[in-house]
Structure formats: structure tokens, C-alpha cells
């Protein structure tokens, strides 16, 4: 204990647990740098890092990587399929509303299903698109169809958010809980296994909605777990054989 008192670590680290967990009194908060009726970033942080959003999608694919193989879809280009399906991936396909991209291959609206193939795929790769389509039962209908039996759906959705200032903004319909999120994937995908589970916290929720970047914040911070601040909701869906 003298040593840690004699390097100060003990001091810092009791300071660390008080901002952690111990509640200022009335009148003693002090909201420094976030007392501001403006966001630090408008851009999720990429303008100063990763996203918190995106530790939580990048953790969760690396957890599953082991599903992206075969015929993948991805929305809007196929970044993730790239970095974690690597030399599993045979065919890498990307869907967009346009074909406006180097890497599409699709193009289609999932909520009519219109051009979008069925039974082709071995993974989907669904990251933070589902709130952009208002009639989301069709969208996930589409995808299940897309998949092949005993095909996996990698998806995320957003919680606590923002709402994107580019021109997906008009189009951002939904939020979602795990509940909610659990309640619409079990109804598509009904004879397969669901698994949802949420990321986040009330200092990583925060710090998402200031737009500060991963690279600001302890790792500790970002992987403690409070259900009633969800910043993410992931979930893994199998089509049935």
C-alpha cells in the first residue's frame, strides 16, 4: 500500500472509482467540457476517432467472425466482410437503394424485396441500417428469405443515438431496445436461434451522443454493461435447416 500511495497510483485509481460510482451532490456536478448545448462532433467522432457505436459493432463481428464465410451480403459496401471473413468469404456481394458505389453489386430495396435473391447467402452482415426503413418487419422478412438454410444474420441496431445530419437523416424511423429488437427477429426468424444482447452505459451513452471517439475513453469504460443505457443492440439469427 506505501508503494502505491508513494507513486500516486492509489490515488488515482480511488479518484477513478469515485467518478465511477459515487454521485456528486446536488449543485457539486461539474459538466466541464460538456456543458454545451452543442454536440463536440456532429459527425459520431469519426472526425476524431472510431465511433464508441462502432467498438461495439467491431467487438461483435470479431466475436462471430467465425459465421462470415461463404456468400456474404453486406449493405453499402463490404469493409466488414473484408477484415473478418478474410480467405472463408467465396463471394462478396453489397446491396445498396443505388448504384452508386465500386463495390455494389446489388441494387434493390429490401423493405419490397424487389431484385434482392433468395436463398443465396451463407452470412448477412447488417449494420446500422434497419432504422432507415420504416416498414422493418418486410425488411428482415427479406433478408431471411435472402438466406440460405442454416444461414446466418449478423445484425446491429442502434439505442441511444443521434440522428445522422447527411441525407440518411430524413430517412432515420426507429431506435430500438433489446426487447424490441428480440421481439421482431424472433417473429421472422421463428423456428431458428435468436441471440440479442445490448452494449453500453450511461458514461459510454454520453459520451456517443457528444461525439467523442473510442481512443477517449477506457476500455473499461466502454465494456461495462448497463442494460438501461443500450448505445447498441447486436444480434445473431439463424435460419432454420
Not at 479518484?15 to 461539474?30: E, L
Not at 430524413?170 to 427477429?185: D, F, I, M, Q
Amino acid at each position: 500500500m506505501s508503494f502505491l500511495h508513494a507513486t500516486g497510483l492509489y490515488r488515482w485509481w480511488l479518484n477513478r472509482w469515485r467518478r465511477s460510482f459515487v454521485r456528486p451532490t446536488v449543485g457539486a456536478v461539474d459538466f466541464g467540457d460538456l456543458r454545451t448545448l452543442v454536440p463536440l462532433s456532429r459527425e459520431f467522432g469519426y472526425d476524431r476517432g472510431l465511433p464508441v457505436d462502432r467498438y461495439y459493432i467491431e467487438q461483435f463481428l470479431a466475436r462471430h467472425r467465425k459465421d462470415i464465410r461463404g456468400c456474404v451480403l453486406e449493405i453499402g459496401d463490404n469493409v466488414y466482410t473484408r477484415k473478418y471473413g478474410g480467405d472463408s468469404v467465396s463471394q462478396s456481394d453489397v446491396l445498396s437503394l443505388t448504384a452508386d458505389g465500386r463495390t455494389v453489386t446489388l441494387v434493390g430495396d429490401l423493405a419490397t424485396s424487389d431484385d434482392i435473391p433468395r436463398t443465396r447467402f451463407d452470412c448477412i452482415i447488417f449494420t446500422q441500417t434497419l432504422q432507415f426503413i420504416f416498414d422493418h418487419r418486410a425488411a428482415l422478412e427479406t433478408l431471411y428469405n435472402s438466406l440460405k438454410p442454416r444461414g446466418v444474420l449478423l445484425a446491429t441496431l442502434p439505442g441511444i443515438t443521434k440522428i445522422p445530419q447527411d441525407r440518411w437523416g430524413p430517412l432515420c424511423c426507429w431506435s430500438y431496445t433489446e426487447v424490441s429488437a428480440r421481439t421482431l427477429l424472433e417473429q421472422t426468424f421463428a423456428t431458428g436461434p435468436v441471440e440479442v444482447e445490448s452494449c453500453g452505459n450511461v458514461l459510454a451513452a454520453c459520451a456517443f451522443l457528444h461525439g467523442l471517439a473510442t481512443e477517449e475513453l477506457a476500455q473499461e469504460e466502454l465494456d461495462y454493461r448497463d442494460p438501461l443505457f443500450p448505445v447498441l443492440i447486436s444480434a445473431r439469427a439463424q435460419k432454420a435447416a
